[in-house]
């Protein structure tokens, strides 16, 4: 099964960092759109940011720019999500997720846009 495995989640003060990872080892992700969101309890899913497959090009929800930054490392076949100047309202399950189809246009951060979901990854920011 081509499975997305997200990892990095953890424990942080407020104004700390963390760097999750979203891996793939029987898929090209950076064929993909890749995106990650997050759960926070009580909440619906939230789109956080994305990275297109065409020229790498990035997208932000407002809540996080300036804050965190998506990449990829092709050579890992990984891409990642710095997290930055980590706030209490950071604390979720984040997931990262691509589409069914490659190559596809710049990427959104709609859910509906992406069919295939890592396990998720818990991350809580607190002192």
């Known amino acids: 099964q081509l499975q997305l495995v997200e990892s990095g989640g953890g424990l942080v003060q407020p104004g700390g960092s963390l760097r999750l990872s979203c891996a793939a080892s029987?898929?090209?992700?950076?064929?993909?759109?890749i995106a990650w969101f997050r759960q926070a309890p009580g909440k619906g899913r939230e789109g956080v940011s994305c990275?297109?497959?065409?020229?790498?090009?990035?997208t932000y929800a407002d809540s996080v720019k300036g804050r965190f930054t998506v990449s990829r490392d092709n050579s890992k076949n990984t891409v990642y999500l710095q997290m930055n100047s980590l706030r209490p309202e950071d604390t979720a399950v984040y997931y990262c997720?691509?589409?069914?189809?490659?190559?596809?246009?710049?990427?959104?951060?709609?859910?509906?846009?992406?069919?295939?979901w890592g396990q998720g990854t818990q991350v809580t920011v607190s002192s």
């Open positions: 997720a691509r589409p069914t189809f490659t190559l596809q246009p710049m990427c959104v951060l709609q859910e509906n846009e992406y069919d295939h």
């Open positions: 029987e898929l090209t992700l950076h064929h993909y759109n």
């Open positions: 990275i297109s497959s065409i020229d790498d090009s990035t």
